[in-house]
């Protein structure tokens, strides 16, 4: 069944509270849109790459779309990330099972439809009329080469070192913390009936005889006076104070979530100097929107932590009464009601 032209295609996850909202608005706007989830089966159609045409059908859940059909697109999740976009039917060839043939032959699909999803990235990017909001190569992001990239654009980092062994750094008497290098998923595990939850946080480093098989990250504790939580679309910022500095289980990481005490949080207004940095932060990085998270220090000094491309904003507009839900809406329909 195919569907009408001016379509918005949304790559996310089935999930997402966020694309469900901003779906909302595009029901109101009475735009169409096609959604790729994360648990969707692709299918590639064809492709076509003549000296008159380019065009890429693909098909999801019994529904088809083209490029030509597509106005606008919205990477919510990085495609790449998808574990069955444009899905790959492994192969057993008819050497015998968990042969060396049917390896090799499995890993050149695999660099097959690779090749294909760089290239449906490459035509949304360049053949659209409309915007291609979001970085679909999101795994290309570095939370190491973001601080780099911070520093050097102007912006205040923590004091960040890698080791093994963290007696080898000069704390000068402050105090440690160490966070992931690596975006870490949600993971839930379930061992018999027993579900246990996992999810990277913050944390302070109190032996400072440890060492580890793997490089970790280490940082000096900042004395805060608030936290910031900044979504970014196409030069607008919205920003979002965190106090959370008071509170024991949310000093170190506010996702620590305390039901019974939450953190006060305030809309709040960026200086012009360091909305200057954040737009040439994402202008160098590639992106055109994303979650931005900062700190202001005891001393009102603005401190660049990290920017992750596909951030939740619902925890921002909601409190704050931004309706970013409906401006990413409005941006994708190229709507200025």
Request: glycine residues 4%; negative net charge.
């Amino acid at each position: 069944m195919g569907i009408k032209n001016n379509v918005i295609l949304i790559v996310s996850d089935e999930f997402d509270l966020s694309t469900n909202m901003v779906i909302e608005w595009l029901i109101h706007f009475n735009e169409t849109f096609f959604r790729i989830n994360a648990e969707d089966e692709v299918l590639i159609e064809y492709v076509t790459i003549s000296n008159s045409e380019s065009d890429f059908k693909i098909t999801v859940r019994d529904k088809e779309v083209s490029l030509s059909d597509v106005k606008s697109c919205w990477f919510r999740r990085d495609l790449f990330s998808l574990d069955k976009s444009f899905n790959i039917k492994f192969i057993e060839t008819a050497i015998r099972e968990n042969s060396t043939a049917n390896k090799l032959l499995n890993e050149f699909l695999s660099s097959e439809y690779i090749k294909l999803k760089e290239y449906f990235v490459f035509l949304l990017e360049n053949s659209l009329d409309g915007i291609c909001l979001g970085n679909p190569k999101k795994s290309s992001d570095n939370k190491l080469i973001h601080l780099e990239v911070a520093k050097r654009l102007g912006l205040n980092i923590p004091d960040t070192s890698i080791a093994r062994d963290i007696t080898t750094l000069n704390h000068k008497g402050a105090n440690i913390i160490t966070k992931a290098i690596a975006d870490f998923p949600f993971l839930t595990i379930w061992e018999n009936e027993d579900k246990h939850n996992f999810l990277s946080y913050t944390t302070l480093v109190d032996d400072f005889e440890f060492k580890s098989s793997h490089p970790s990250l280490y940082q000096e504790e900042i004395a805060k006076a608030i936290e910031l939580r900044i979504f970014y679309i196409c030069g607008e910022f919205y920003a979002m104070a965190i106090f959370s500095q008071n509170n024991p289980n949310t000093s170190l990481d506010f996702r620590h979530y305390d039901v019974n005490n939450p953190n006060k949080t305030v809309p709040y207004s960026l200086p012009g100097d360091i909305k200057t940095q954040l737009q040439n932060f994402m202008k160098t990085t590639n992106h055109n929107t994303g979650s931005i998270d900062m700190l202001v220090d005891t001393n009102g000094k603005y401190i660049f932590l990290e920017m992750n491309p596909s951030g939740q904003f619902g925890m921002v507009s909601i409190p704050c009464n931004y309706h970013i839900e409906k401006k990413i809406a409005k941006v994708l329909s190229n709507n200025n009601r």
